[in-house]
């Protein structure tokens, strides 16, 4: 399917309101996260307001008895603000992983409902940055973005509050200062973090990006001298990164040295205030002592806001991506209300089925029949881009049909699960997909708890038992990533036992000799023929030999059946198949000229029918 429409963009507002919304899940340990925050840093400034007092009063040489329960209260606070910051750390850290863990689910099971037609709507290492960094990301908004807010409103309000209680001047000198740390700061950060951090995620999709196409298209890079260019544009993007990184730390750096000096200017006013008031006698010395410090812890309350602020604005293009996947169009809507499958046998109907790719110009099929009962196999040839794997993917559900209907014994497929469809008719691609595991593991994907028994009976059946028995470790054997330390025919019959397995009722194989030899293509076409006698079966096909065996041949070209029968049929027909079987047959006989075997090469003859065109070859020509 062509790439999916963008998502229009959310407002900032939205965007922010959207973002924050992820953490809904988590809020409940959110807040005791937030809680024991607020009291670890209470215990700071206890701790801090309470030593200067104990410091200043002992200066005055009182009895033991004085200092008493400051001491006790030294200890208490020094104790309980490491044990609150531990159980806070873990209590957000066991939020953030929860939260990564639902998140990641969602896009998971979101990429799953757009695959595979939807899935070239992204690229796939920026996919691959989706589903793991930006997700990873969004833990900031539970460890550095909510909380620290959180935290500054209530333990710098009950500051304020016991500062106001000691010296209203001061209380009003130290709220002014938190107020301007907690809003102008911040709010500049943002502003010099907004386009930076805008456009980090980007970059580091693209990142992703050049590095999967690095590692899966090394070989062709190399092989045409590209891969020096494709390095210095990864390097180009690693500096990007970097550039930002560096310039996020300078902006961080900012933002603690204007709190900093806030800090340093509410110590200061604070002292100018309790100054005259000791003179006047309204405050104590040693309490003197307690409201020129307690500033100093207080601010701790804010020296995290604007770093806080930067996150925000990397978790907003992290979410952003995120959003993107979670919203992308379905190809294919699963129904409101899942019909029960029907009983076997089953029929599978196609009639006047019409599909088309999303911002394609014209319509991939157009008003194609089909009827497959129960034991019925069925050829489609034509050409490339005639039409074959689309109908192959309308028929598993992986596109949806404009027009026409498909219908399961009767029952209309768009009225089924996808799930369920898929487990009556399975499908085998000409680029079925190995998994870097063993040959036992990926033939369990078919049937999970299938024996090895079972396994080595189904590779005999698609003919790789001598195969096996050759490898040193059997069914243990590693096949590399794509199956690369296989040839391509053992990859698709490895990839059809893995079908056989699953044991479904109807069959769709599309192409699974594409990548082949002629020789191996026909090879691997007569074994399949072979093995799924019985089973109902879509053989999607550019190769003509063997297909004598098949019920009906179904010719396409631009999207419309042109021609359908049997074999022998067709070729009387002398039309488009005739010219297609004709043609593979002079390929054939100049293959082996090419190889010296043609004196062992018996030409075919034409069946006897006064439609048969004469069909010229290098060597002589064959005459109806």
């Not at 919304?21 to 215990?43: D, H, K």
Request: aromatic content about 6%; some cysteine.
């Amino acid at each position: 399917m062509m790439p999916t429409a963008p998502v229009p963009p959310m407002s900032a507002r939205a965007s922010v309101r959207r973002t924050l919304g992820i953490a809904r899940p988590a809020s409940g340990r959110m807040a005791v996260a937030t809680l024991l925050g607020a009291g670890a840093i209470a215990a700071d400034i206890g701790l801090l307001g309470t030593a200067a007092w104990l410091i200043s009063k002992a200066a005055q040489h009182p009895n033991e008895a004085t200092l008493a329960v400051a001491i006790v209260a030294v200890q208490f606070f020094g104790l309980s603000r490491g044990f609150l910051r531990y159980k806070e750390r873990l209590v957000g850290h066991d939020a953030a992983f929860r939260l990564l863990a639902d998140v990641r689910v969602k896009v998971y099971q979101r990429l799953e409902r757009l695959a595979p037609s939807g899935l070239p709507a992204f690229r796939r290492g920026d996919l691959l940055a989706r589903m793991v960094q930006d997700v990873d990301s969004l833990q900031d908004l539970v460890l550095r973005v909510v909380p620290p807010f959180g935290i500054a409103v209530v333990v710098g309000v009950s500051t304020v509050v016991l500062m106001w209680w000691m010296l209203p001047a001061a209380a009003v000198i130290l709220a002014g200062c938190l107020l301007l740390a907690a809003t102008v700061v911040p709010w500049l950060t943002a502003a010099l973090a907004r386009r930076r951090e805008s456009q980090f995620a980007l970059l580091r999709g693209d990142l992703g990006a050049a590095m999967v196409d690095l590692t899966e298209g090394a070989a062709e890079l190399i092989a045409f001298g590209a891969a020096e260019a494709h390095l210095r544009t990864i390097r180009t993007q690693d500096a990007g990164l970097t550039s930002i990184a560096s310039a996020s730390a300078g902006t961080a750096g900012v933002g603690l040295a204007l709190t900093t000096l806030l800090a340093g200017l509410a110590c200061w006013g604070c002292l100018m205030a309790g100054i005259p008031a000791v003179i006047s006698g309204r405050l104590g010395g040693t309490e003197l002592a307690v409201i020129t410090l307690i500033p100093l812890a207080a601010f701790e309350l804010v020296v995290g806001l604007p770093v806080a602020t930067q996150a925000l604005q990397r978790v907003r293009q992290g979410a952003a991506r995120v959003f993107e996947v979670l919203d992308a169009p379905v190809p294919v809507p699963e129904p409101d209300l899942d019909e029960p499958l029907p009983d076997p046998p089953y029929d599978l109907e196609v009639r006047s089925a019409w599909a088309s790719y999303r911002a394609a110009p014209f319509p991939a099929l157009c008003d194609v029949d089909l009827s497959l009962s129960p034991g019925r196999r069925v050829a489609v040839v034509g050409p490339s881009g005639a039409g074959k794997s689309t109908l192959a993917a309308i028929l598993v559900g992986f596109l949806p049909c404009d027009a026409g209907s498909i219908t399961l014994s009767g029952v209309p497929t768009e009225r089924l699960s996808g799930d369920d469809l898929r487990t009556v008719v399975g499908l085998v691609g000409q680029d079925a997909y190995l998994f870097d595991a063993t040959v036992g593991e990926n033939l369990r994907v078919g049937l999970r708890d299938a024996t090895d028994e079972q396994l080595y009976s189904v590779l005999d059946r698609v003919g790789l038992a001598a195969w096996l028995d050759d490898l040193p470790r059997g069914l243990a054997t590693e096949v590399g990533a794509h199956g690369g330390r296989l040839s391509g025919g053992q990859r698709q019959r490895l990839a059809v036992a893995r079908a056989l397995l699953a044991d479904f009722p109807v069959l769709v194989l599309d192409e699974p000799a594409e990548h082949l030899d002629s020789a191996a293509a026909d090879a691997l076409t007569s074994d399949l023929l072979s093995i799924t006698a019985g089973r109902s079966l879509v053989l999607v096909t550019h190769r003509l030999a063997g297909l004598e065996a098949v019920d009906e041949i179904l010719v396409m070209d631009s999207g419309r059946v042109i021609e359908r029968g049997t074999h022998d049929e067709l070729l009387g027909q002398a039309g488009r198949y005739s010219d297609l079987w004709w043609e593979e047959m002079r390929s054939e006989r100049h293959a082996r000229l090419r190889e010296g075997s043609a004196e062992h090469y018996q030409s075919p003859q034409p069946p006897p029918t006064t439609a048969l065109r004469a069909v010229t070859l290098n060597e002589g020509s064959y005459a109806s």
